[in-house]
């Protein structure tokens, strides 16, 4: 035994181990566990086992879930949904708010489930995680009472289809399961096969409070659980997991018209400019990187140093890194726990093999005994190797260097993910601008892995779509008020039109063009088809090609701000009003007085579409920012050309965006025609570019293209699963919009705005912590 003395010389830690006896004899009592359907808990069905991951130790059996099983339970979440959404916002706040309680009185026997199923340290579980779990449930309790005042006309979505990973079982659940019944919804919910525990531990607490039977219905079991799931008579899959799994899912719920959420992997920048504090930055890598063993999706696996500071930066990493405890979960001094499961670290250590096979050097890393990796770090790294590319999800960062502020940001926005980000400087104006200029929906200043109810959390391009937190997250689980539904116009077929059948023109001869980069373009394969009042160019992928490469090059109308887009989109509808007589004699003048009121009136919303600034955690301004997506897609509906391109341009424009767009296939000329409107309205070139031709080709094109980064539907429904599956091969977000009469009242509005945007949220600090507050269990 060591003496006082040495010890106050080494500062060595002694072993201080929670007791689990409590959890332990809970699943020893339960035995084997079955479904939670209907209020109640199946009898067990083929069983397979959970295992401790540091000790290899069976904790329970667990029921794997069928198709039967999974149709079971959407039946009981069925029936229990109206019920429940016909209860007032207080009495589901109330049922939310018992939960929250109950998620207190347990926390040490939660905390300490967490930690036997899932491998993470004691003190992350009690003091991050399920904290942040009743934080949750107590946020969305007031959301309950609140929803109808602030979300007027608004409903529930129905049934709600809910997966969740490994990585922070019992968080998840919450993060999901809080909103979507504050909304009004029912939920059928599978945790992930490694880690069932603390979800089955949920459906106790659900009927210690009486929540209604069916509202929560919990069905555990594999991936093949989870594709029944998404299979199954749902109104909304809630999906966290893998970007390949995210992808699948996508093209599963193609053509269905079914809502979808994604928050998937990351590969996320730890930027360290030359004025950091480093030894701060140095804490935050921890915090960062070797948290939960690396297994977050939003982890700052990618870190950017300055090169002037690098090498006294790497050596506080090195010190720092050695001094980390890697050891038995249920220790209270253990820093890193277990790896979730032997085929995780396997994937780790394949991962570090081959970046070092490409000519990375691997500091640290080392595997242990058991399920455990030592933390490390790769370096000499180039951008191309794997350890670079791929997310490793375990405690393996990698370590490179820029030079100057652009290279920092061309470092970061080197991926095809854009979960989050991490910014390290001790000058407001510096971090600030690096924290705008990264591609990621979440965003830490000199701060890392801060997470809050009231703070929307998700991401951009193949991290996913969809944010959960927040308004915004409640938005995910509502559906907007209803519109009167108009009939859809089937389009006739294009044919390419030869000289011969060409009308003679009246007056002096006009060739109808396309729209691209602020020019008028003949189409690419040189042919038109016959459309009423002449020719239309009949456009081709490759004309799509182009006018999508001259969308990604009108960044600067984003970043011209919002009163001086509006005065170009008041512009536009004086311009349009001193032709309406022209343009009425094409169209009529309903479309006209419309097309003129939708300038006018997403000109007045273009600087008023604000953000917030939410109550999260004290010490921290945590703003909510409405981004311009990127570059647009739009599908315009074939009836009511020239009102229904103008219903759709205008809000995509307004807040930022440039767009591509295919018009009306049997009358787009009223449409071609507004290149005038928009050369003299000083329109920047690339903002609004416009491809006539087949939809049913064009659309499709467009929707799968890597640079669109948002695609609006409104070409009808037989095309839409078409689009969606184009659409899922990146990962991108498509609004079916529904069909309407496009000059009435219910074709603009803010429902509009929010599908042109998405949000970015930025953690500050503000201020010294108020004395007593910096707990995580705030």
């Avoid at 009981?76 to 016909?86: E, G, S």
């Avoid at 059928?188 to 531990?201: M, R």
């Avoid at 269905?256 to 996320?268: D, I, Q, Y």
Wanted: one cysteine or more; proline letters at 6%; a negative charge.
């Amino acid at each position: 035994m060591s003496r006082v003395s040495e010890i106050m010389e080494s500062m060595e830690y002694g072993p201080s181990t929670e007791d689990s006896s409590a959890a332990r004899d809970w699943l020893a009592r339960r035995g084997s566990f079955g479904h939670f359907i209907g209020g109640s808990f199946t009898a067990p069905g083929d069983v397979f086992e959970t295992r401790d991951p540091s000790t290899g130790e069976v904790l329970a059996r667990v029921t794997q879930g069928t198709a039967d099983d999974v149709a079971a339970a959407v039946k009981a979440a069925r029936k229990a949904q109206r019920p429940w959404a016909n209860l007032s916002g207080q009495e589901r706040a109330r049922f939310l708010y018992a939960i929250a309680r109950h998620v207190q009185k347990r926390e040490r026997f939660l905390s300490v489930l967490e930690t036997l199923d899932n491998g993470k340290p004691i003190r992350e579980a009690r003091d991050g995680d399920i904290p942040l779990v009743a934080r949750h449930f107590y946020h969305h309790a007031g959301w309950a009472e609140l929803r109808d005042d602030r979300f007027p006309d608004h409903a529930p979505l129905g049934v709600c289809g809910q997966i969740i990973p490994w990585n922070f079982p019992l968080l998840m659940l919450a993060w999901k399961v809080a909103p979507a019944l504050a909304a009004g919804n029912t939920v059928v919910l599978k945790p992930a096969e490694y880690t069932p525990l603390t979800a089955l531990a949920f459906a106790e607490i659900c009927q210690e409070v009486g929540l209604p039977a069916g509202v929560v219905n919990i069905v555990t079991g594999d991936g093949a659980t989870g594709a029944a799931l998404v299979a199954a008579d749902v109104d909304k899959i809630a999906f966290t997991g893998s970007t390949e799994v995210g992808r699948g899912i996508a093209s599963a719920l193609a053509g269905t018209g079914r809502r979808l959420t994604l928050e998937l992997g990351g590969k996320s920048p730890f930027v360290v400019m030359e004025d950091a504090d480093l030894d701060a930055a140095v804490e935050g890598v921890v915090d960062s990187i070797w948290f939960n063993q690396g297994q977050v999706c939003c982890a700052g696996s990618r870190i950017l140093v300055a090169e002037s500071v690098a090498e006294r930066f790497e050596g506080l990493l090195r010190d720092r890194m050695a001094r980390l405890r890697v050891g038995a979960p249920l220790d209270k001094s253990t820093d890193i726990g277990a790896i979730v499961d032997p085929v995780q670290k396997a994937r780790i250590l394949s991962i570090c093999q081959r970046a070092t096979a490409a000519g990375a050097e691997l500091v640290g890393g080392q595997p242990q005994e058991g399920c455990f990796v030592a933390p490390g770090y790769l370096r000499a790294i180039g951008p191309a190797n794997p350890g670079m590319q791929e997310e490793i999800f375990g405690p393996i960062a990698t370590l490179s260097t820029f030079r100057t502020a652009d290279e920092a940001v061309e470092l970061a926005n080197n991926t095809r993910y854009g979960l989050a980000g991490s910014v390290w400087s001790e000058s407001a104006t510096v971090a600030t601008d690096i924290a705008a200029r990264i591609k990621a929906g979440v965003i830490w200043i000199n701060g890392a892995n801060m997470f809050d109810a009231a703070a929307p959390f998700g991401g951009y391009r193949e991290s996913g779509y969809g944010r959960e937190g927040g308004a915004q997250g409640m938005l995910d689980y509502l559906s907007a008020p209803s519109v009167k539904s108009a009939k859809e116009v089937a389009p006739k077929p294009p044919v390419a039109v030869t000289s011969a059948d060409a009308a003679k023109p009246q007056g002096i001869d006009r060739t109808a063009k396309m729209y691209i980069g602020g020019a008028q373009k003949r189409p690419d394969g040189g042919a038109s088809y016959a459309v009423p009042g002449g020719l239309a160019p009949l456009g081709s992928r490759k004309d799509i090609r182009n006018a999508v490469e001259a969308a990604t090059k009108a960044g600067k109308w984003a970043g011209m701000g919002g009163h001086a887009r509006a005065q170009v989109l008041y512009f536009i509808a004086e311009n349009l009003s001193a032709r309406a007589q022209e343009f009425a004699a094409r169209t009529s003048k309903a479309e006209v007085e419309a097309a003129i009121a939708r300038a006018f009136h997403y000109a007045a919303w273009a600087d008023k579409f604000d953000g917030a600034n939410v109550q999260a955690k004290p010490g921290h301004l945590v703003n909510v920012l409405p981004e311009p997506m990127g570059v647009l897609g739009i599908a315009c509906p074939n009836a009511q050309p020239l009102a229904g391109f103008m219903s759709l341009v205008m809000p995509a424009i307004a807040m930022g965006n440039a767009v591509v767009v295919v018009p009306s296939q049997d009358d787009p000329l009223p449409v071609t025609d507004l290149y005038q409107v928009f050369d003299t309205s000083d329109l920047p070139a690339g903002v609004v570019n416009i491809v006539t031709g087949p939809v049913a080709d064009l659309a499709p094109h467009l929707a799968s293209h890597e640079e669109v980064a948002g695609f609006w539907h409104a070409a009808g429904a037989d095309l839409l699963e078409q689009v969606d599956l184009a659409a899922a091969g990146n990962l991108k977000p498509v609004w079916p919009v529904p069909a309407r009469d496009w000059t009435g009242a219910q074709a603009q509005g803010q429902g509009f705005l929010q599908r042109a945007v998405r949000t970015k949220t930025i953690w500050l600090p503000y201020g010294a912590l108020p004395a007593g507050s910096g707990s995580a269990a705030y």
